[in-house]
């Protein structure tokens, strides 16, 4: 490990390396989405200045827009006072960050006791990932 | 289980049960802790209309701001695409999340390669457990 990574031990990883990421959009505040890193994704999102996760189902590094071109570009890393979850704030490119073809990943509310999608599909999700 | 509790059945709880909870401040939008919730949490923040957490280190419900006074009254519940993250839209009384006296958990940001805590404590902490 390289002195410039000491950084990274401060992180609490789990009991699987990983740390849980808040993904938050720079000027509206929005909350985009949320997903895991290991030391090597949050060590990539450092060096890169793009958000790189760690893709728990595919189990592999997961270089956000790689597929659909929305890169998060990254602003500021911030870590929380227990050191074991890291906010991200990022400039979204395209605008969308869920993958159903939404600003936010985050677009259901429970209402009278039911989750509703109240926030709207901006981009076709097929005409997303060709 | 009653029927008006059925909402709780999409939420995807990980293999202890267990959800992950994003709070944001309502109108700042500002995230302000990163918490978990079983079943019974989040139908008790239903319910209540206050956030009421899982505490994982002392395995029991934790009322937030039980101890504080500073209770977080919930104006949306949201969740993500994939069923598997709750975000909690809150007031925060008395403007502190933190432990620490801090408004928000995420006071340290990444600078040069340093951790470095660029928020300031709004009040001593000592003086909020009473």
């Given at each position: 490990m390289s002195a410039r990574n000491k950084w990274l031990n401060r992180v609490r990883w789990d009991e699987n390396g990983l740390v849980p990421v808040i993904t938050q959009e720079v000027?509206?505040?929005?909350?985009?989405m949320f997903a895991w890193m290991n030391r090597d994704a949050l060590a990539r999102t450092a060096e890169l200045g793009q958000a790189v996760y760690w893709s728990?189902?595919?189990?592999k590094l997961w270089h956000k827009g790689?597929?659909?071109?929305?890169?998060q570009q990254v602003h500021e890393i911030r870590i929380d006072c227990d050191d074991d979850v890291v906010l991200l704030k990022v400039e979204q490119v395209g605008g969308l960050a869920c993958?159903?073809?939404?600003?936010?990943?985050?677009f259901s509310v429970l209402k009278d006791g039911v989750w509703q999608a109240?926030?709207?599909?901006?981009?076709d999700p097929e005409s997303i990932y060709k």
């Open positions: 000027g509206s505040n929005d909350v985009l728990r189902s595919r189990k790689e597929e659909s071109g929305h890169f993958h159903t073809g939404r600003h936010s990943c985050f109240v926030d709207p599909v901006l981009k």
